[in-house]
């Protein structure tokens, strides 16, 4: 059988990759701590699984390809609770925010065009440019500057002739980096002196410790036919399942054509849309004790990784993942061994090699994401896992070659 060239370039997520040997250590006993993907352990709001409960469905057809009208509207009534006025005919809901990544690139790109992206990035924006036949042209953010964007003239160095559009994640997801005004106005300078496309994803919006908070691309209306905003669902209310986001642009072309990417796949998750429109009217006091849980969080994972020798990491100020670099050669090597050779009191734990959320070859091999996801008491245990292993491996020194 020959396979296309997508088929075979398209990358492993880093995310999931390494499940089969983690699947191996439970299978042999091991209790595993999940920092490889955020998925949230917050309750879903119960709100949602009302909603389902009264809902009395006798058959489950197909919503409208745009969205249900009343999950729209909610929509609608949330953007303009933050200051964000979005009329029912400028968004599609999609199946989550992976879709509105999908349509929104497949809108603006054709095969063979490229997307500028920081990095480290969510190692997913790699898989849809592969699907679509794109390239990611990468511009390196360092975490000794925060992750902060690099300066205006350094991005202006890598666009060419072909790149249509610039990806980011504000909150980011992995560095946790919020970015300041001055850092989103370069964007917006260049996406109009560029002819370029801005896509800005912003599913981490309420996770933010930090005092100054997001800014959404669909606050600078100089811009407005030139931005994209992608949302989701998933892990604002901890509904990764149900599947729910939706694309907002005050470009009619833009939505005409993900309308008719829409219709090719017929319709966004139904169920999803209904328990979507319960959550949306949840209050904004909703996230009060969630944000100071992940606070919380964030600081065990910090005061761990700060005392094990040769980390290298910065404070997250958003969403719920941070980027470290650790005293090994190959990141990976150490997390599969983790997996497979390692145990604490017959508990390991899993992370995400960071050199996947890199485009550059041979960056990022020394680093992983850990998604801080999990309660205080079993974090502290599974950074324990962590700092022991990584002794343990430093004085083995075992041959990258030889994990894998």
């Known amino acids: 059988m020959h396979l296309s060239n997508r088929a075979r370039l398209a990358p492993a997520s880093p995310i999931r990759k390494l499940v089969p040997l983690a699947d191996q250590a439970k299978s042999r006993g091991i209790r595993v701590f999940h920092l490889n993907i955020g998925q949230p352990d917050i309750p879903t709001p119960p709100v949602m699984w009302e909603a389902l409960a009264q809902a009395n469905i006798e058959v489950l057809s197909y919503s409208p390809s745009d969205g249900i009208a009343e999950f729209r509207k909610a929509l609608v009534q949330y953007y303009h609770r933050h200051e964000l006025p979005v009329k029912p005919d400028q968004l599609v809901v999609t199946t989550a925010g992976s879709e509105a990544i999908l349509f929104a690139l497949a809108a603006v790109c054709d095969p063979g065009d490229e997307v500028l992206v920081s990095e480290p990035f969510y190692a997913n924006y790699s898989g849809y440019a592969a699907l679509l036949g794109l390239r990611v042209t990468p511009v390196t953010a360092r975490p000794e500057d925060g ?160 005392k094990m020798p040769g980390v290298v990491c910065h404070e997250p100020q958003g969403a719920f993942y941070v980027m470290a670099k650790l005293p090994v050669e190959d990141a990976e090597a150490f997390v599969r061994w983790l997996l497979t050779d390692f145990q604490v009191d017959g508990e390991t734990t899993m992370m995400a090699p960071g050199d996947g959320f890199y485009a550059t070859p041979g960056a990022g091999t020394s680093e992983v994401r850990i998604a801080y996801v999990l309660k205080e008491q079993k974090l502290r245990r599974a950074m324990n896992v962590v700092s022991q292993g990584l002794e343990l491996y430093a004085e083995a020194r075992i041959p990258s070659d030889q994990t894998r």
């Open 147 to 306: 992750y902060a964007l690099p300066p205006q003239a350094i991005l202006e160095k890598k666009i060419g002739p072909r790149t249509k559009a610039i990806l980011f994640c504000n909150p980011c997801n992995p560095t946790g980096r919020v970015y300041k005004r001055q850092e989103i106005e370069t964007l917006v300078a260049l996406a109009r002196e560029r002819n370029l496309t801005l896509i800005s994803d912003e599913v981490y919006r309420e996770f933010c410790y930090a005092s100054d908070k997001p800014i959404s691309i669909l606050s600078f209306p100089e811009i407005a036919e030139r931005a994209v905003m992608v949302d989701s669902l998933s892990k604002r209310f901890s509904v990764c399942g149900a599947r729910i986001g939706c694309l907002v642009s005050r470009n009619p072309e833009l939505i005409a054509a993900a309308m008719k990417f829409a219709q090719a796949r017929l319709s966004p998750p139904t169920l999803g849309q209904l328990m979507g429109t319960a959550a949306l009217q949840l209050p904004p006091s909703y996230f009060d004790g969630i944000i100071e849980e992940y606070r919380r969080r964030r600081d065990v994972v910090m005061e761990e990784l700060r």
